[in-house]
C-alpha cells in the first residue's frame, strides 16, 4: 500500500479538512483505502448505512457510466458522499465530506484526484500492456 | 510556463507540497527558474493550508531561501488559484516579470479596520515615495485583509442565527468586533477609497485575501513579512501596454427593495420596504427561515443584492451573515435602492468569454485575473471550464488567477469599487505587440 501511487493520491485527499474519507471503490468492493484510522469524525459510527447507500449507488453508476455519468452525490445525515466516475468504468473516486463543508472548493480536489488517479492507471495499463 | 520575447519576460509556478517551508522553495523555484534574469517583482498566493502545516512565516522563508534578496514581493492567503498548470484549491502560486521597463515599490498600511484611511495613506506615501515615474502607465496592486468572522463567547459568529444572544446582539456586536478587535467585515471599499484618493493616477487592481471560504482568518505577504489586517501594495511604473476588462455574470430581476432601516454604515440592513429585511429577503427567493443554516451560502450566492454606482457599475454584494431579521453584508450598500441579482453556473462562464472578448488586447505577454471566491464555490469543479477560456485566450503566455474575497478596481481619477461575485483581468504586453 505504500508504495502504491493511488493510495498517495487518497493519503493527500484525506489531509484536507474536511474529507472525512475516501477510498477509490466499485460495487461491493473496495480498491483502494486508505487506514481507516486516519478517517475523521463519526464517520466510522455510520460507515456501515454509508457503505450499504453507496452499493445502491454504485448500481446507477454501473448503468450510465457508459453514457457519460459524471458525478452523483447524495446527503446523509450530517455526511454527504460524492462520486467521481472514472469515464466509461464502475469504479469511481468516493469522498465523504460533512454537509455544511465548501462544497465547491472540495470538488476542485476531487477533479484533481480522478484526473491524477486516471492518469497512474492509464500508466499501469501501458506497462502491463509492455510486459505482456 | 514562461513567456520570454525580447527583454520582456513573465512566468508563473506553483507548488503542492504541504510542508510550508518546502512549498516556499518549491514555489520560489519554479517561478523564477523560468526566466534569464532576475526577477522585477513577484505575486505571492497560498491557499490557507500552510497555516497548520508550518505557518506562512516558514513558507515566506522558504520562497526568501531561493528568491534574490530584495525582490519586491506582495500576496496573500487566497481561497484557490488557476494557471496554465491547472486549478487548486491548495497549494500556493506566484507569479513573476523581468522587465527593465518598469519601476517597481512596495507599500504597507496596518490595522485597516482600526484606521482605513491612515492605512491607505501610510501605504501609498511608501509607495509615492519610492517610485521614479519615467514611464506612462502606472498600476497599483494590491491585496487586503478579507472579512473574518468574529468570536461571540469563544466560539466563531455563524452565518445564521434566528433566535437568542447571538441573532439579537449580533448586529451591535459586530459594529464594535470591527472596530476593537479587528474581525468582522474587511471595509475595504473604505480603505480602497482612501487608496485612491491618496495615489490618484493610478490604475488599481486588487482583492481581498481569504482562506477556503469559512471566513475565520486570513493573511496578506511583502516582502519577508506576513500580516494581518494590513494592506499591501506593489506600484508598477512601466511602459508596458496593459488592459483590463470586468464581468460578473449577474442578471437584474427586476425585484428592487427599499432599504429603510441599516446599521454599521450600511454594511448590515435591518429592514426592507419597512419590513425585517431576512423575512422580505429569503420570502422573496421561496426560502422558509427554518430551513437555513450554514451552507446558506451556496444558495445565497446565486442571488447577491446589488446597487448601481454613479459611474454605471452595478456592484454585486453576497450575504455575510444572518443576524434574526438582520442582514450583514461584506461591503456598504451605498445607495437606499438595492435589486435582487440571480445568476446560474452557464452565466458565470459566459461571463469569462465577455471579459476576454471586450479585451483589445488579443496577445498578451502576461495575465492576472482577480475573481470571487463565490464564484469558486458555486462554480466548483466547473472551474476547469474556465481554465480552458483562459487557456484559449493566453495561449502559452502565463496567468494566474486568484480566487479572492472581494475585488476593487480605479481607473486614474475615476471613482474606486470593491465588488464580489466579480471577474476582473488585467493582461500586458511590450512594445511589440501590434494589434
Known sequence: MRDDPIAEVLDDLLKLDDVLACMVARCNMISVMPDNDKFKGDVMQIWDIIHRAMDDVFGVIREYSQAGLGEIDFRLQDCEVLFYVFPDTESALVAIIPALSNKGLIEVEMENARRDILRIMDEQEKKRLVTA | MGCKIAEFQAAVGMSRKWDAREAGREVARNTIGKLDRPPTFVLLFSTIHYKDHGGFQELLNGVWDVLPKDTPLVGGTVAGFLNNYGCFTRGAAALTVSYPNMDVAVGIGKNTRKNPKKAAEKCAQEIIKKQNRSFVNNILLNMLPGPERPSFFGKDLPIVSNQGLIASLGPKYLEMSVKYLQKGQG????????????????????????????????????????????????????????????????????????????AQDSRIIKELDGKSAAD?????????????????????????????????????????????????????IESDEIELLTTSGRMLLAAVDEAINSLQIKKPKVGLIISCLARLETLGANIFKVRDKLISYFQEAPFLLIYSCGENIRFPNEESHHFNETFNILVGTDNSYSS
Not at chain 2, 487592481?205 to 501594495?233: C, H, P, R, T, W
Not at chain 2, 442571488?303 to 459611474?311: C, E, H, Q, S, V
Not at chain 2, 457599475?313 to 431579521?325: F, R, S
Open chain 2, 280 to 332: 422580505t429577503f429569503f420570502g422573496e427567493i421561496g426560502i422558509p427561515r427554518e430551513y437555513l443554516d450554514d451552507r446558506i451560502l451556496r444558495t445565497t450566492f446565486f442571488y447577491p443584492l446589488g446597487f448601481k454606482t454613479n459611474d454605471g457599475y452595478m456592484c454585486p454584494n453576497t450575504i455575510g451573515a444572518v443576524l434574526k431579521d438582520s442582514i450583514a453584508f461584506n461591503y456598504s
Open chain 2, 187 to 262: 471595509l475595504e471599499e473604505d480603505v480602497i477609497k482612501y487608496l485612491a484618493a491618496s495615489i490618484q493616477d493610478y490604475i488599481i487592481f486588487g482583492g481581498s485575501s481569504a482562506d477556503s471560504n469559512d471566513l475565520i482568518a486570513n493573511y496578506q505577504f511583502m516582502n519577508e513579512e506576513v500580516s494581518k489586517n494590513s494592506l499591501v501594495a506593489l506600484g508598477l511604473n512601466t511602459d508596458l501596454k496593459v488592459n483590463f476588462a470586468h464581468s460578473d455574470g449577474l442578471k437584474p430581476t427586476g425585484i428592487k427593495f427599499k432599504i429603510t432601516k441599516k
